[in-house]
């Protein structure tokens, strides 16, 4: 069974650091796509970083552009996003998305979901 996995969510005051985890199971990265979208009540879902393992680019929405990286390590198949400044608007459920065969010009598209992690900053 394809399944994606994140960890590393939970509670952190504002101007703290997390990493996120997105771990593949059933297959591998290698040739996929994976992007991070988060979901607020007030915001609705919006993709915010996103790699191709294909090509190596990277793109970032700009509220997250310079705080968060995108990274990966494909020997664990795993994907991260390393967030840092973090303040109380980034307080989200956060998904990674993955799609073997579409590019990060399609995030928006991509089939696979995990099943989020919160992130809460505390103010």
């Known amino acids: 069974e394809v399944q994606l996995v994140e960890s590393g969510g939970g509670l952190v005051q504002a101007g703290g650091s997390l990493r996120l985890s997105c771990a593949a199971s059933?297959?591998?990265?290698?040739?996929?796509?994976i992007a991070w979208f988060r979901e607020t009540p007030r915001k609705g879902l919006e993709g915010i970083s996103c790699?191709?393992?294909?090509?190596?680019?990277?793109w970032y929405e700009d509220s997250v552009k310079g705080r968060f990286t995108i990274s990966n390590d494909n020997g664990l198949d795993t994907v991260y996003l390393q967030m840092n400044s973090l303040n109380a608007e980034d307080t989200a459920v956060y998904y990674c998305v993955a799609d073997r065969y579409l590019g990060c010009n399609n995030y928006a598209l991509f089939k696979t979901w995990g099943q989020g992690t919160q992130v809460t900053v505390s103010s």
């Open positions: 790699m191709s393992n294909r090509d190596g680019t990277t």
């Open positions: 059933g297959f591998t990265f290698d040739d996929y796509s």
